[in-house]
């Protein structure tokens, strides 16, 4: 039921994945090397859920009541959307006729770094989870410009709307830690 409602999610946010073959105009090795790219921004998109949650579940101190309101809600809503967008890349590896992740290559292709420190404060959370969605942001378009030499349209729209959102937790994630400086 989940998977339905996401696939819906995705597709009311401007991505269709329901066509079963959206690999035409580009040849074998360009959907294999797109495919592998987008698999590393799976492992990345599901590393940073992982971490945003882990944030979200940490959110303690001083001013836990405040913080609850607002870091754990923004939290919550960014994961959700990392979430959503590890449908989407499966589903398209998947269109391309990619092979699908295990939970070990998640670990192994993942760029995200684990934060293993007992607590992080707060303001912490907000700046590294701003520096690795700029470094999503980075890798999304690197592999916006590769689908762009294959002519890969299908998965050029999606890491737009992937940058977008990127792009966009990261501007707030900025904006909340300076608002937490003054």
Same mark, same amino acid.
């Given at each position: 039921m989940a998977q339905v409602e996401l696939s819906r999610t995705i597709r009311s946010n !401007?991505?269709?994945?329901? %066509?079963?073959?959206?690999? @035409?105009?580009?040849?074998?090795? !360009?959907?294999?090397?797109? %495919?592998?790219?987008?698999? @590393?921004?799976l492992a990345d998109s599901f590393a940073l859920y992982l971490k945003t949650k882990n944030f979200h579940w940490q959110v303690g101190g001083p001013r836990f009541r405040s913080y609850q309101i607002s870091y754990r809600l923004e939290f919550d809503e960014h994961a959700e959307q990392l979430f959503e967008a590890t449908d989407a890349l499966a589903d398209r590896v998947r269109d391309l006729g990619g092979r699908k992740?295990?939970?070990?290559?998640v670990g192994q292709l993942r760029r995200v770094r684990d934060n293993e420190r007992p607590f992080v404060q707060p303001t912490d959370m907000l700046?590294?989870?701003?520096?690795?969605?700029?470094?999503?942001t980075h890798a999304l378009q690197e592999a916006r410009?590769?689908?762009?030499r294959h002519k890969d349209?299908?998965?050029i729209q999606l890491l737009e709307t992937l940058i977008d959102q990127a792009e966009h937790r990261s501007w707030f994630l900025s904006a909340m830690s300076r608002d937490d400086e003054e």
């Open positions: !401007g991505v269709d994945t329901s %066509s079963s073959d959206r690999t @035409a105009g580009f040849d074998a090795a !360009g959907a294999t090397e797109i %495919s592998r790219t987008l698999n @590393a921004l992740l295990s939970l070990s290559e700046v590294e989870l701003m520096d690795d969605n700029k470094a999503m410009d590769l689908c762009d349209a299908e998965s």
